[in-house]
């Protein structure tokens, strides 16, 4: 008998191990599974943040479920649960604003809240994970008159629909292109010289710690309140703005065209006057050494920014971010 005839019986187990082997192999790379949903929507991420807004009010930590670690700033330094807005605050008011990303497990809020002395503005961020909180970014503007140089108007706290509209499928863009157009903004608010590096819609209008800073002639802290967000811009009036650093797009809602950004605003305070596009010449209202830390909504349709709602506040000059490296 030949040799391989004698070896044959040996070999077919082998053979048959191998072939399954190399099947599995083009099963594993050809069959993917499918992706796992959000173990949190946007009801389920607005519901936890409605718990930590009651939770702080009834000044009880205990009422909301964290995560293992938790990061917590207010008006970006780091506190402890427990500390800050959660000792002081005495209530809630009536306006409030969400912004929902399900893919990060994110979840913004703008509204207002009420301490013994006076009500402020406020806008936070929460990160989810499991259903756990283990991020809270608040931005709590106590002091309306700052910097100085710049006198703010009472707060107009309004519902604007527009944050909530569902953009038709060709209006709507990817989540990094709207990141795009939202730092594109910051790029033509920094050194403001009227060179447009991102696109507005006619009707956009922008509010800033309660203020319309758009289509508004009462605001008499720049000299071009009354045109629209383009037209500002192309006159170059924020020339006094150095920087736009440390800037953070943590959440998206591409259904609905949202971006929420985080960012510094430096202002040097070296310009005195400059000239706009249209041959004024003003005046910088900040001359000293000044920084905003901010938390900022934008409303992105077709592309364009249609609708900007902010609330910043005074940082010490050059201040660094805890949520950044």
């Not at 795009?180 to 009227?194: E, I, K, M, P």
Request: proline share 6%.
């Amino acid at each position: 008998m030949h040799i391989s005839q004698l070896l044959r019986p040996l070999l077919r187990p082998l053979l048959a191990s191998l072939l399954l082997a190399h099947l599995g192999g083009i099963s594993a790379q050809t069959v993917q599974p499918s992706p796992s949903l959000p173990d949190c929507d946007r009801g389920c991420l607005t519901a936890i943040a409605d718990t930590y807004l009651g939770a702080m009010v009834a000044h009880d930590p205990k009422r909301v479920a964290w995560a293992d670690s938790v990061r917590f700033t207010e008006n970006n330094v780091p506190l402890a649960i427990g500390d800050g807005i959660w000792g002081t605050i005495t209530g809630l008011g009536s306006y409030k604003l969400y912004v929902v990303d399900e893919k990060a497990g994110e979840i913004g809020f703008f509204g207002q809240v009420q301490e013994p002395s006076f009500p402020s503005l406020m806008a936070m961020r929460l990160k989810v994970v499991h259903k756990k909180i283990s991020e809270a970014e608040m931005v709590i503007l106590r002091m309306i008159n700052e910097p100085k140089g710049i006198v703010w108007p009472d707060p107009i706290l309004e519902n604007k629909p527009v944050f909530t509209e569902l953009l038709p499928a060709a209006k709507r863009r990817e989540r990094e292109r709207l990141i795009s157009v939202a730092n594109g903004y910051f790029d033509t608010l920094q050194l403001n010289d009227g060179t447009l590096f991102t696109e507005f819609s006619k009707d956009c209008d922008r509010v800033e710690n309660g203020t319309k800073t758009t289509h508004n002639s009462k605001v008499d802290f720049t000299s071009v309140g009354a045109l629209g967000c383009e037209e500002q811009f192309k006159q170059g009036n924020y020339r006094y703005d150095d920087r736009l650093r440390a800037r953070r797009f943590p959440l998206v809602d591409v259904e609905r065209g949202l971006v929420l950004a985080a960012a510094f605003i430096d202002h040097s305070g070296v310009l005195g006057e400059y000239t706009l596009t249209d041959g004024h010449v003003i005046k910088s209202p900040i001359r000293y050494p000044h920084s905003f830390y901010l938390l900022e909504l934008f409303k992105i349709d077709d592309g364009k920014i249609r609708q900007i709602e902010s609330v910043f506040v005074t940082v010490p000059y050059g201040m660094g971010s805890p949520w950044l490296p």
